[in-house]
């Protein structure tokens, strides 16, 4: 068989066997919460397997590989920081759940009436295309590749993938998405592990120089980003809608220890993924097409497309969750039609379209989704620390103040390279000036809320 061949060979593998698992029939409570079919909420390693392999994506495996291959180790620690999410939205869920909301769009309407869920719904739908959208770029990257840099088998993959992934996750909505998340977790696991083993004991590897390697480029930016993540991790989360959907399925007990489990796995999954860059480049390896090429050349055929498995069966799970809280969001917090599965397989079609609109742009760096994503929720970290964990009152004023510092931090980094953003934030490098951005958004959320007068809340509020 020809590599092209192979490579869709494992892609209809992947997308046959998540068909085959996903629910023929499921109840309306099903569709949008999850519950099988008896009614009850999934066990404790079925919402591990479901946050770990939704939030191991195909966009944040290559993001880490290649923040490892130009900042080295420092580079993989940065983006395996952002796991650090699920502590703190492990923290955030809890006391969200003592205090009796069933969403964090339900603590904000509680806090800023109607002005609070509306702007958090606002950079929640931005998310899920951006996140369509991205793990989508994925799977054209890699059929590009394989068919020699064509860029047309890679539109047509995007496509293709696209609407198998509509299909079945239209079929059952979150229920499907729970249990398909299950066997590609462990699909997941069994290619990773395969093509890390095979790094591990390939000519020329060494530990010690791998995790004192500087990457390509130096390290130094790569500690940049790990501050900027450490700045982004306290909100980040509040804002992933496929996590905060995830924090209300099981108990607060079990619900808890899912995502102290999906942390430590999730973390070790990223970081040895981006090891894969980091090797490419101790090794001094030069890019050629993109790191999947420069793989391919690395490893040899069967280790590249274990890699490629493990990034196509990250990119469904994905896409399939994505979905499915879009459906949620439309449907059950912006209430845009009637608790149907009708109206919510109408919501998962919308979100997809708009994703796959996202492609017909011109961007092809997958960190700068994050680093916008990111900066944008920061808007949310006043109330997190302030509202949630202070047990203090943040004021309307400050709240909206904090979105609007948070908006334009994240446009601000999205045209980085316009002159007025580099007047404002310096002539560094990028990752300098998102850092800047960070700092600016925070003392801007945090002043307007104290500025604004934050009070000790009543034991009944």
Not at 15 to 41: I, L
Not at 329 to 352: C, D, H, K, P, Q
Not at 435 to 443: E, K, N
Request: hydrophobic share 60%; glycine share 10%; charged share 10%.
């Amino acid at each position: 068989m020809t590599e092209p061949l192979i490579l869709i060979f494992i892609a209809v593998a992947i997308v046959g066997a998540s068909v085959y698992v996903s629910p023929r029939h499921v109840s309306v409570d099903g569709f949008f919460s999850g519950a099988n079919s008896e009614g009850h909420a999934p066990t404790l390693w079925a919402l591990v397997m479901s946050q770990v392999t939704t939030w191991i994506f195909a966009r944040s495996l290559l993001t880490a590989a290649i923040l490892g291959y130009y900042y080295g180790v420092a580079g993989a620690l940065a983006y395996t920081a952002y796991y650090m999410s699920f502590i703190t939205g492990g923290y955030i869920v809890a006391r969200l759940r003592a205090r009796g909301a069933r969403s964090f769009q339900e603590f904000l309407r509680g806090e800023f009436g109607a002005t609070g869920p509306l702007l958090y719904n606002i950079v929640i739908a931005l998310r899920l295309m951006s996140e369509v959208f991205a793990n989508l770029l994925v799977v054209g990257l890699i059929f590009s590749a394989v068919f020699g840099g064509a860029e047309l088998a890679g539109q047509i993959a995007m496509v293709a993938m696209a609407l198998t992934a509509l299909g079945y996750s239209a079929l059952g909505g979150l229920r499907a998405s729970l249990r398909t998340d299950v066997f590609q977790m462990g699909f997941f696991a069994l290619v990773f592990a395969l093509a890390f083993l095979a790094m591990v004991f390939s000519d020329g590897f060494s530990l010690g120089a791998v995790l004192t390697a500087p990457g390509i480029s130096g390290s130094y930016n790569g500690w940049v980003l790990l501050i900027v993540a450490f700045l982004q991790v306290i909100s980040y989360p509040a804002h992933d809608p496929v996590m905060m959907d995830r924090g209300f399925l099981a108990s607060p007990e079990v619900t808890f220890r899912s995502f102290l489990h999906a942390f430590w796995i999730s973390a070790l999954c990223i970081f040895g993924f981006a090891l894969f860059g980091v090797q490419a480049s101790v090794v001094g390896a030069e890019l050629v097409g993109g790191l999947m090429g420069t793989w391919k050349t690395m490893f040899g055929q069967t280790v590249w497309f274990l890699i490629a498995a493990s990034l196509l069966v990250s990119a469904m799970s994905t896409l399939d969750s994505a979905l499915a809280s879009s459906a949620r969001l439309a449907i059950e917090e912006l209430r845009l039609g009637a608790r149907t599965i009708a109206n919510g397989r109408i919501a998962m079609a919308v979100f997809m379209l708009g994703g796959v609109l996202f492609l017909l742009g011109d961007t092809k760096t997958l960190f700068d989704a994050v680093a916008v994503s990111g900066t944008a929720s920061m808007f949310l970290a006043p109330v997190i620390v302030l509202g949630l964990w202070m047990n203090l009152r943040v004021s309307l004023w400050a709240y909206v103040i904090g979105f609007i510092a948070a908006i334009l931090g994240a446009v601000a980094y999205f045209f980085q390279a316009d002159p007025l953003v580099i007047a404002i934030f310096g002539e560094g490098h990028k990752y300098e000036r998102l850092l800047a951005i960070c700092v600016a958004v925070h003392v801007i959320g945090f002043g307007s809320a104290v500025a604004f007068g934050c009070r000790r809340r009543s034991v009944a509020g």
